[in-house]
């Protein structure tokens, strides 16, 4: 049934342009088309990215991404690696996390230090002022330049600048080593990735062991009226918000295609389990319009 | 996890660059476009989209009249486009002055602008509408040109109470409603007492604009046009 879309049979009639078919938004397409229509679409979004999601899902977004650092309870010290990362929501979010952890420790090491004196006291302040992340370190890996280049200038407008790398660079093949990482965060990403296996495949690559997966992602929800309300939404206000906004509807019809194309909440804990991650869960957030799948590399 | 149909939208597109849209997205649309023209001036976008999901009624009409009009049927029927690439712009320099094609010429220069800035329609759900209010957009800087008005917020206002009043296109109404707003006393006082009373009698008394084919007439004097339209000359 999936097939028997116009376009996409004229295109199984032409049948040259190499690769398997695969799915853009309700569209088929070959693995390289959908690659490049992708990066188009993340391209001419960009600049719009963060006022679409704002408006788009009126804010709740941020309450999502605070719930993911949550979740993940990053200690002093952690390298977290994100993964199309692009403007740089999780980045920031982790820094100001580790930042108020180290506080905290600092504040508890200064109590039971009562009996110091002023000068120790400042000393022992001065040595970790400048160590306040306490090593931890992000690197925000993204295959898109437009989207690094936001996060970078939103970096630098907002003043972060310690423990923050990025990089460009694909899912698929990541350019790190074997072993790196404590902690590796997908955050609405997944979904635009041509093939997740071997996105999964090159998360647990460079995880260390005992590291963590996690993964933030639109999924699906069973409850059957919410879901209609839901679709009403995506399908009639999210183009026409693209299209007022952004002055790009095509972008947002991709995006609330994608959702619907990708797998739901028990399929993607199976393609997690199947590279290797143990103790694969997820949790529904807002009855399943997003899910935070989490996994661990032993 | 398969769509109904309703949201196949993508497959029912009747020209390149159509966006099908249900009565609740053109709906949502033109609240939205309507609102953001409003606050970005510069969204020029939005004031096509606001055209075109709000002419629901008036573009039919101005089919219809096209159609029962034999220049206006002639130019239904073979689509000529205005654009850099079909209108030699050369030639028209080269005619005399107070023809239509050198003041054309002029009227583009002296405001910097060029034909091919023009929206190429995407909400209209008829392929012969969507050509009517392209021929609308495209024969803009045309209104511009015999009605002698530059094009600054004042000049703008003008040729919008006179579409209004053309063509009936809900946007060009509250575009010479709210256009105004952004003008200073002085002006407004130019425009209430003089230029907009003129620009509705024309109006008024012209025929459709529309169904003049302009490619043929380059050579035509501006005056002698407006007379045989019924424009009254400009105060």
């Known amino acids: 049934a999936l097939l028997s879309r116009p376009a996409g049979r004229l295109r199984a009639r032409r049948g040259l342009a190499a690769g398997p078919e695969m799915h853009f938004g309700f569209q088929t397409v070959t693995e390289e088309e959908r690659r490049e229509k992708i990066y188009q679409v993340f391209e001419s979004v960009a600049k719009k990215y963060d006022v679409m999601n704002d408006s788009m899902t009126l804010g709740i977004h941020r309450v999502w991404k605070d719930i993911l650092m949550h979740k993940m309870n990053p200690s002093p010290g952690t390298l977290l690696l994100d993964v199309a990362g692009g403007t740089g929501d999780i980045a920031f979010r982790f820094i100001n996390y580790v930042r108020s952890i180290r506080e905290q420790q600092l504040q508890r090491k200064l109590k039971h230090h009562q009996n110091l004196s002023w000068q120790e006291i400042f000393e022992s302040y001065q040595k970790d002022k400048f160590n306040s992340l306490g090593d931890s370190q992000v690197v925000v890996c993204d295959i898109n330049r437009e989207m690094l280049k936001v996060g970078k200038q939103k970096a630098q407008h907002l003043g972060y600048s310690e423990g923050l790398s990025w990089v460009l660079g694909n899912a698929e093949e990541l350019p790190f080593d074997n072993d790196k990482f404590d902690v590796y965060t997908i955050a609405f990403g997944i979904r635009n990735v041509t093939r997740i296996d071997l996105a999964l495949q090159e998360a647990y690559r460079v995880l260390k062991p005992g590291g963590r997966f996690l993964c933030l992602e639109f999924s699906h929800v069973s409850n059957p009226l919410l879901s209609r309300l839901y679709d009403l939404y995506s399908f009639q206000v999210i183009p026409v918000l693209g299209e007022v906004i952004a002055g790009d509807w095509k972008s947002y019809q991709y995006l609330v295609e994608s959702i619907r194309r990708f797998p739901p909440q028990e399929e993607l804990k199976a393609m997690i389990e199947d590279v290797g991650f143990f103790k694969v869960d997820y949790e529904n957030l807002n009855f399943g319009i997003v899910a935070i799948h989490s996994g661990f590399k032993l | ?235």
């Open chain 2, 1 to 235: 996890e398969e769509e109904e149909e309703e949201e196949e939208e993508g497959w029912h597109q009747l020209y390149p660059g159509h966006i099908p849209t249900s009565l609740l997205q053109k709906a949502l649309l033109a609240a939205g476009s309507a609102v953001m023209a409003l606050y970005d001036p510069y969204r020029h976008d939005m004031v096509a989209v606001l055209g075109e999901t709000t002419g629901c009624l008036a573009l039919p009409n101005l089919r219809d009249k096209m159609k029962n009009h034999p220049e206006g049927y002639h130019i239904l029927q073979e689509r000529p486009r205005i654009r850099l690439s079909t209108v030699d712009m050369a030639r028209l320099q080269g005619l005399p002055d107070g023809s239509l094609g050198r003041e054309y010429v002029r009227f583009l220069e002296d405001n910097k602008v060029s034909p091919d800035t023009r929206m190429p329609p995407k909400f209209v759900d008829d392929e012969e509408l969507a050509y009517v209010i392209q021929r609308y957009r495209e024969v803009h800087d045309l209104m511009h040109t015999l009605l002698g008005m530059p094009t600054n917020m004042l000049g703008e206002v003008v040729v919008k109470w006179f579409e209004a009043v053309q063509t009936g296109l809900p946007m060009c109404v509250l575009g010479a409603a709210f256009g105004p707003v952004r003008l200073s006393t002085r002006k407004l006082q130019v425009l209430a007492t003089e230029l907009v009373p003129w620009a509705i009698r024309s109006g008024l008394n012209a025929s459709c604009v529309l169904n003049v084919y302009y490619e043929q007439r380059w050579e035509q004097p501006v005056e002698s046009l407006r007379e045989e339209l019924g424009i009254f000359p400009p105060p």
